[in-house]
């Protein structure tokens, strides 16, 4: 009995002193409004441990019996320093106050979220201050513009929608609102983004070495938190500009335990224009109306059941609207003719998220969520004639309508267990089901036709599970490790795919660290879109047995510096594409042809560059310079002959400078500069007549015929248009009113007036001769606002606990 008493003692000791360990945990705020702090460090000075907060506030340490010194920091935000003694399992709510400057803020000890200690590359927190300070297009403050600056990350230019990262094209983006997909985040055609600032909390951007928790998408992740509603006092905020207005509520419905915000927005360029169509046309027996405009709404609302249960609901909606209505009237042979047409243009979003976070023990966090996401397109026109005399009346219509979309229902469960510092894991699964609506026509006319074709809705259902694991091995090494298992059933077809994600950084010294990735991804929904501007009318559409799922294998490397805490680093990556889809040469959204899988083609592309960055987020002068090195092509059998081709948005250089200046209290300046060498476009060589009338391309003898015209190609996109550049100015002038912050903004958008290319064309000038003729879109613009935020945030100089 003595001997096997000895046994089991041997064998238990190990736990007993494991069991000696405590956990520290809680949530992490924002003192004046309850707002939880993403990715806030909780460090311990003795032993040399720490963590951070995840997305919802939640942070957990566990650590040896004894003495804690512990700290709390949150860049911007006064650093809380506490000694404890643990002897048990605790529960710490901490509230940071905002500091006054930012230049005040003390970072002390290690701090594990900083650029040096993280595993993932390719990650970068967008902040939310830079938004309102840097100078944009008519003063519309602007996420994806601002995003646009960043290494890695193009725009298609003025006037096409989407971002391109690392060569992807923007079906490749995973955009979240609040854990939820984003089908479309673009306003008037890609000139303004859905996102409206007021709304928002935290937005990251991951390019590279994504975590398996992220999946569906082969190029980036954007990830975007929306505000919870300030749960201390009422705020309200408005804001005036040239072509929109704005305004956001947020208040406790019950103090510390439950609130809100809503923030709309909308443009009354419709508004504006309706007295000069009016004088326009008042004189041509023409009554019409016409405009465009579109608007946001953000709403959420939250309650605490306890410190361990907590419910989120979020929604947002937004829509843009194009109209045109007229009506004409006039006599002929003592009959009365009336002329009738109405056109409409519309697209929109609709997210919704249902969350519900809970607490189960020390180390185990658990947040179940429930998420709807619809995104539809619909254009129409209907023309009704009316003939009317003295013994008849006659009443001919025709109804034309377009109608394309994608709706989703989910559900997801995810868990992050924290079992101690070297170890941080998250595990969780999926489901979604989708509807894709891929393009219905309706053709109705009076007791003529009433018919409706194109193609069926497809019904799919996209899964995933996971789990990955920040494993810390020694003092230097520190690895992401993970699995991504997804799958989709279409059409009694059904792929799935085992996706290895893995990450590692190695500190050479406290300023310096070396880090490597490998990402494996699966994306099961294209976006078949057209070549030129980008429009709408871009569809979603599922794999099929002829489409197969599009897969990326990304390989990176980094070099991340801080030099006087100024962040300097540099990205290597190298990225295979397969099975991309593009139109066939003459295929369109309107072609005959309604089955969409044969009009396109499949093939594959290949990206490959380095990142420049130099970041400064601290003090009265803050910004950053990145400049990207890339190449990027497509290649599809059908096309160029086979042979690879420069994809569209290849550029070889990128340049974005975005600077802010803060001159004092009441005044900051902001700037900025962008490059980008010119896109690759195709352009005919020849052109000569034809007898030939059809409207369809053929190049892979790379002529295009259209009506009797046959023009000849030497190749696809092996043209480059001028190179693009731009400098903005801004100025923000704040002052502190009774009532609260009033801010008056002024800035000039493309200051030296650069004619960048919008597009191309030959054309021939007086004498005959053909010339290639560069067509531009923006001049300087000029742009004005005026905000007032109510109320006043206190800063406290003391430090509480809650």
Known sequence: MRVFSVIIFTLLFPLFLFSQKFTISGYISDKSTGEKLINA?????????????????????????????????????????????????????????????????VI???????????????????????????????????????????????????????????????????????GVPVYNADHLFGFFSVFNSDAIKNVTLIKGGFPARYGGRLSSVLDI??????????????????????????????????????????????ILTQPL????????????????????????????????????????????????????????????????????????????????????????????????????????????????????????????????????????????????????????ANDTYHTFNPGINSWKATNIIDTTFGNPKIYGNEWYAYIEDDVKIGARLKTNVGLHYSGFFVKEKYYHSIQPRLSARFIMN?????????????????????????????????????????????????????????????????????????????AGLFSENTIWQDKVEVGKGLAYGMEFLIRKDFGKTSGWIGYTLSWSTRQFDALNFGKPFPYRYDRRNDIGIAVTQKINDHIDVGMVWVFGTGNAVSLATEKYNSNINNSGFDYGGYEQTYYDQIEHFESRNSYRMPSYHRLDLSINLTKEKKRGTRTISFGIYNVYNRKNPFFLNFENDTYGNKILVKYSLFPLIPSFSYSFKFGKTKVSQTIEED
């Open 510 to 586: 406290e300023n310096w660290s070396l880090k490597g990735a490998y990402t494996n991804m699966v994306q099961y929904i294209h976006l078949l879109t057209t070549a030129k501007i980008g429009l709408p009318t871009d569809l979603w559409l599922p794999v099929t047995e002829n489409i197969p799922p599009q897969k990326s294998n990304q390989f990176a490397l980094a070099s991340v510096h801080t030099i006087k805490k100024i962040e300097v680093s540099i990205e290597g990556y190298y990225k295979t594409m397969h099975n991309l889809i593009e139109y066939k040469e003459g």
């Open 108 to 178: 002390i000890g290690e701090k594990s979220d900083n650029i040096i200690e993280n595993t993932q590359l390719g990650v970068i927190e967008i902040p939310l201050q830079k938004l309102k300070s840097l100078p944009v297009l008519f003063g519309e403050v602007d996420l994806i513009k601002t995003i646009q600056l960043l290494p890695g990350v193009q725009s298609g230019g003025e006037g096409t929608s989407g971002l391109y990262v690392r060569g992807g094209g923007p079906d490749q983006n995973l955009i979240l609102l609040d």
């Open 277 to 428: 169509i009016r004088m326009a046309t008042k004189n041509q027996g023409v009554k019409l109306t016409a405009g465009y405009y579109f608007y946001d709404l953000n709403a959420k609302i939250n309650y605490n059941f306890s410190d361990k249960s907590h419910l989120f609901l979020s929604s947002y909606m937004g829509n843009d609207k194009a109209y045109m209505k007229s009506k004409y009237e006039y006599l002929f042979d003592e009959t009365k003719y009336t002329e009738n047409v109405k056109i409409n243009l519309g697209w929109g979003n609709i997210t919704s998220a249902l969350r519900w976070n809970y607490k189960i023990n020390d180390k185990l966090f658990s947040n179940t969520t429930l998420t709807y996401s619809r995104y539809k397109f619909l254009v129409s026109q209907e023309r009704g004639l009316t003939e009317e005399n003295n013994n008849s009346k006659i009443e001919n219509d025709i109804n034309i309508q377009f109608f394309s979309g994608i709706n989703d229902v989910a559900g997801k469960i995810d868990f992050d267990y924290i079992p101690n510092p070297n170890h941080y894991i998250r595990f969780g």
């Open 225 to 270: 938190r929306m505000k919870e509603g300030n749960n201390q006092q009422v705020m309200a905020e408005y804001s005036i500009g040239l072509i929109s207005s704005k305004l956001t509520i947020e208040a406790p419905i019950i103090k510390n335990k439950s609130s809100f915000i809503i923030s709309g927005r909308r443009t009354y360029i419709d």
């Open 41 to 105: 460090s909780v460090y311990d000075a003795n032993s040399l441990k720490g963590t951070t907060s995840n997305e919802y506030g939640f942070f957990s340490l566990t650590l040896p019996e004894g003495n804690v010194k512990l700290t709390i920091s949150y860049v911007g935000f006064k650093t809380i320093q506490k000694d404890i003694f643990l002897n048990s399992n605790q529960t710490f709510n901490y509230s940071l106050n905002s500091t006054i400057e930012l230049s005040e803020v």
